[in-house]
């Protein structure tokens, strides 16, 4: 009986000692991963640029030029028309 709870008890540590390897192991390697990931630039195409200024004008147009409170000069509102027709 002493010797089946030995070997009970062995195999409990044994298996929690795997267990802690095999966490540290695939912590290891999720943080390779994300440090490969992380190391890649973002690359932007310049007409997604163009397409994001240009829907920003768009917005600034439309909403600052309706807004009451904000009163948008007119020598603004004309450079943000031309910046839009621009691009």
């Known amino acids: 009986m002493i010797v089946m709870l030995q070997i009970k008890c062995v195999d409990q540590f044994v ?22 990931i992380e190391s890649y630039d973002v690359v932007v195409s310049r007409e997604t ?14 909403n600052m030029g309706n807004d009451i409170e904000f009163q948008m000069s007119p020598a603004l509102l004309q450079f943000l028309i031309t910046l839009y027709l621009t691009y």
């Open 49 to 62: 640029c163009l397409v994001n200024a240009r829907c920003f004008v768009y917005f600034l147009i439309l």
């Open 15 to 36: 298996n929690n000692v795997n267990s802690t390897l095999q966490q540290r192991h695939d912590h290891e390697r999720l943080k390779d991963i994300t440090a490969r």
